[in-house]
């Protein structure tokens, strides 16, 4: 179920997010550490792009240290549904 801002990233949160840079979109979903799973872009809570996103809403811009570098996303969207 969705939190009490359904616009914004939590746990259990579905996201579409645009790389600044490249303008490329990826998806993912924020679920606990014992669900993680990269071939179906199920990120972990505890990772430092979920992290990142919590209390995101929809426009935000935010930036991320991956392996990479330092990246900047656009929150696209939010959603919560299975």
């Not at 303008?23 to 071939?39: F, H, K, L």
């Not at 392996?67 to 696209?76: A, K």
Request: hydrophobic letters at 40%.
């Amino acid at each position: 179920t969705a939190p009490g801002d359904p616009e914004a990233g939590s746990f259990g949160a579905r996201v579409e997010l645009e790389t600044l840079a490249s303008g490329e979109t990826s998806q993912y979903r924020i679920v606990g550490p014992d669900e993680t799973d990269a071939v179906r872009g199920w990120i972990s809570i505890d990772s430092p792009m979920a992290r990142a996103l919590l209390k995101k809403r929809i426009d935000d811009e935010f930036s991320v240290e991956l392996p990479g570098g330092i990246t900047g996303f656009l929150l696209v969207d939010v959603s919560y549904a299975d």
